[in-house]
Each structure stands twice: as structure tokens, then as C-alpha cells.
């Protein structure tokens, strides 16, 4: 049998280890089992130091990524900042903008105060001066007199001389009492005050008009125009002056522009109305009479000039029916009596003219024009002695109303008062820088008579 030489080598060992000491034995035992310990704790160890090892390159590995996303959250956020930096500039001016702002407003509201404690007593005066203003035009307004009230107002006034309130107030007591000779000074002086004041010049100019000062009317509603072009009452009133200076043209413009804007007023469409009469446009003058009236169906004043229109027209019974209808909404309406007689007297109808005219006189004995048609009236029913005597009524209420004149000389000359009539002719002449046809004919016949008649001797 073969021998393998590991187990021979073994086998001897064996032997040689057998054959030591067993104190020596045990001593390398020992040592064997302590180095084999040792070599087990130092294995383990390295196996813990390669798995410490390990998990510590993976948490650097893992810091390195972390570094890594870091750097590039980094980069973005830099990024972010740079492109929002403009806006945390802009944000920031606009911060200290509004702060210096809140700064300015919190200096100007100290400042108002400041200008409010000072002005509180103008604002006291304020309240108490236009209560009493107030109360003062009203009764000027609805009273019509108020002269025990103008020293008082005159004291306020006068204690507080800048307060234009005071002088605008005066100037509208002095207009609605139709003193416009003091008006006109207040509205100045109230305008020196503001020369913006629309109104003070508007009622200024209504002052020049109630003083017959047609041109100086129409510059101050030409101010206030400038200043308020929308106000439609500035346009009828400089309309109503410019009819009142014969300019027809610039008066309907004004009230068209006056219509446009303000189309529901009735005044303004008869207002336009008389200046399309007074042109001779009666179709136009009856279109805006109609849309006036239609308006306003119970305004008396517009059916007494459509009548009027009518009149001229020479459409009588149209004209009386319009006068009838002023006469049924104002019974006390003078004048529509009288243009009603009027018409009637052109129909023939004389005793209902006489009675128009008896009414319209009953209303207004001053008028010299109805004394003169009544007189004609009663000469046309035979009436003579009544007829002149109206034209003598005439003459004194109007010395220099010429018809009269014409009236009672023809009287005169046919009752062959010829020197009476001769006077009347020759003063009808001197007031009219005339003589009409028959009244020369009638002048030489008694020129003829007067010299054939032999002169009284004492």
C-alpha cells in the first residue's frame, strides 16, 4: 500500500507535537486559540472598518450629490435673484415713493387743518349770511318790497365786504324789483370777486336788458356762454336781446341753440316763433306756435301771439279764437281783450269790439292804443261824440300818439271846427314829419274857409 506523502507529513507532525512538553503544549494552544481570537476579532473587525468603510464612502457619495444639487440650486437661485432684481429695486423705490407721499399728504392734511381753523370763522359767517340771503330774495321775490329790508342786508355787507354772496344777493333783490341801476354795480362788484362767476354775469346782462342796454346784455351772456356753453337759458335770454335790438337772424339762432339744448321747454319754441313773425315767416312762426302749445297747453301768452300771427295773417276768426283761449286761462289778459276787439272791429263786428275794448280798459285804463280803436269803433256805428272822445282820452294819456290826432281832426273838420282840425292836422305833421293826402286837401278847403271868414273886431 502506498504511502501519500501529506499524511506521512501529517503523521509526523503529529508524532513531534506529541512528543512535546504538554505544559509547552498547552502554552501554544493558548497562544494558537488567542492569535485564532485575535485573527477572528481582527477579521471582524476589518469587516466592520470595510462595512463602516463602505457606508461611509455611500454618505460621501451621497454629500457629493447633495454638493452637487446644492451648487445648482445654487446657480438657479442666483439666476432667480438676478432677473428678480430689477423688481426688488423697482419694489423698493415704489416703497420709499409712497412713503414720501404718505409724508407729503400727512403735511398737506396738517396744512388743511390749519387753513380750516383759520376759515372757520368765514364758514360760520357763510352759514348765517346765505340763510338770511336767503330768506331776504324770498321775500323780495313773493312781496315785491322789501325796502325796510335793505338796511340790514346793507350792514352785512358792509361787516363783510369780501363776501360777494352778499353782493350778488343785493343785485338779485335790486333786479326783482326792477332796480337795475343798482344791480349792475353789485353783479360788477361780485364778478371782481370770481371772474368766473357765470351767473353774475348772466344776471348782469338780464340787468343791461331790464336797462334797455341791449348791447352790454348781450357781451355779459356772451361771458357766461364762454364760461358755460350748456346752459340753454343763456342762449334764449341773449336771443330775447338780440330781438329786442331787431337783429331776428342772431335771436333765432340763439333760441335754436337754446331748443337743442332744452327741446321741452314751450317758452323758447315762442320765443322763435315772434322773431319767424317778425320776419314775415308766418308758416314757420304757426309750426313752432303748435309744438310750444303742445307743450304747454295752458300757457295764455302763447295763444295771445299765435293769435297775433293770425291777426297779421288776416285770418280774424283764427286769431279771435286763439285770444279767446288766452282770455279763458287769464281772464285779466288786457291785451288779448284788446286783440280780440281788434279782430272784431276788421269783421265788422264793432259793438263786440267796443266790448273787448271796454274789458281790456277796465283792466288797463293807460292804454292809449284802445281809447284809439275803441274811438274808431264807435265813429264806424255812428257813435261820433263817444268817438271823439276817446281820441281826446288818447291825446292826454299820449300826447304823441299822431293817430289820435288824425282821428280827431277828420271829426273835427266834418263838425266844421276847422281851426281845431287845422290844428290837429298840422301837430299830427309835426310829430310825423308829414302830411297824409286827404289831410292836405282838407287843409286848403280850410285854408279857403278860414280866409273867407272875416275876423272878430273887440
Known amino acids: 500500500m502506498k504511502i501519500d506523502p501529506s ?7 503529529s508524532h513531534r507535537i506529541i512528543g512535546l512538553p504538554m505544559g509547552l503544549v498547552i502554552i501554544g494552544l493558548v497562544l494558537i ?39 445648482a440650486q445654487s446657480v438657479n437661485a442666483a439666476g432667480t435673484l438676478t432677473v428678480a432684481a430689477p423688481t426688488l429695486i423697482a419694489a423698493n423705490q415704489q416703497v420709499e415713493s409712497a412713503q414720501a407721499q404718505a409724508d407729503l399728504n400727512r403735511t398737506e392734511v396738517a396744512q388743511v387743518q390749519v387753513t380750516v381753523v383759520q376759515a372757520q370763522p368765514t364758514l360760520t ?27 340790514l342786508l346793507d350792514s352785512l355787507i358792509e361787516q363783510y365786504p369780501n363776501q360777494p354772496l352778499g353782493f350778488i344777493t343785493r343785485a338779485t333783490a335790486y333786479n326783482i324789483l326792477r332796480n337795475y341801476s343798482e ?49 340753454w337759458d343763456y342762449y334764449n335770454s341773449r336771443g330775447v336781446s338780440y330781438w329786442y335790438l331787431g337783429d331776428y337772424q342772431n335771436a333765432i339762432a340763439d333760441y335754436s341753440s337754446a331748443i337743442a339744448l332744452n327741446p321741452a321747454d ?40 299765435r293769435g297775433l300771427a293770425y291777426y297779421n295773417l288776416g285770418d280774424y276768426p283764427a286769431s279771435i279764437a286763439d285770444y279767446t283761449h288766452a282770455i279763458e286761462i287769464n281772464p285779466e ?12 272791429d276788421n269783421l265788422g263786428d264793432y259793438k263786440l269790439a267796443i266790448n273787448d275794448f271796454n274789458e281790456a280798459l277796465g283792466i288797463d285804463s293807460t292804454n292809449t292804443a284802445v281809447y284809439h280803436s275803441r274811438a274808431r269803433s264807435y265813429v264806424h256805428i255812428g257813435y261820433i261824440e263817444a268817438g271823439l272822445n276817446d ?25 266844421s271846427r276847422y281851426a281845431e282840425a287845422k290844428a290837429d292836422y298840422l301837430r299830427y305833421q309835426e ?7 286827404d289831410m292836405e286837401l282838407q287843409i286848403v278847403e280850410i285854408n279857403r274857409y278860414l280866409a273867407m271868414t272875416p275876423t272878430p273886431t273887440p
Not at 499524511?7 to 507532525?13: G, P
Not at 338770511?132 to 323780495?140: G, L, P, R, W, Y
Not at 297747453?297 to 295763444?303: E, F, G, H
Open 183 to 231: 344791480a349792475v354795480p353789485d353783479y360788477t362788484r361780485a364778478i371782481e370777486f370770481n371772474l368766473q362767476d357765470t351767473t353774475a354775469y348772466y344776471r348782469r346782462g338780464m340787468a343791461y336788458w331790464g336797462l334797455g342796454d341791449y348791447v352790454r346784455s348781450i357781451e355779459d351772456y356772451d361771458r357766461a356762454i364762454e364760461l358755460n356753453a350748456l346752459d
Open 391 to 415: 281820441y281826446t282820452r288818447a291825446i292826454k294819456t299820449d300826447p304823441t300818439y299822431f293817430a289820435a290826432y288824425w282821428g280827431r281832426g277828420y271829426i273835427y273838420f266834418y263838425q
Open 125 to 151: 359767517y357763510a352759514a348765517e349770511a346765505r340763510v338770511f340771503m336767503e330768506d331776504f330774495a324770498e321775500v323780495v321775490h313773493f312781496q315785491n318790497t322789501a325796502d325796510s329790508q335793505f338796511p
Open 333 to 344: 289778459y288786457a291785451s288779448a281783450y284788446f286783440g280780440r276787439g281788434l279782430s272784431y
Open 33 to 71: 486559540a488567542g492569535a485564532i481570537v485575535l485573527s477572528l476579532s481582527a477579521t471582524n473587525n476589518a469587516n466592520v472598518s470595510e462595512n463602516q468603510a463602505q457606508i461611509a464612502d455611500q454618505q460621501a457619495r451621497r454629500a457629493v450629490n447633495a454638493a452637487h444639487r446644492a451648487d
Open 266 to 305: 314751450d317758452s323758447i319754441y315762442a320765443n322763435r316763433a315772434l322773431a319767424y313773425s317778425d320776419l314775415g315767416d308766418y308758416d314757420l312762426a304757426l309750426a313752432d306756435y303748435r309744438t310750444a302749445l303742445t307743450l304747454n297747453p295752458v300757457n295764455s301768452d302763447t295763444y295771445y301771439y
Open 431 to 437: 310829430l310825423t314829419g308829414r302830411l297824409e293826402p
Open 7 to 13: 499524511n506521512r507529513k501529517h503523521t509526523t507532525s
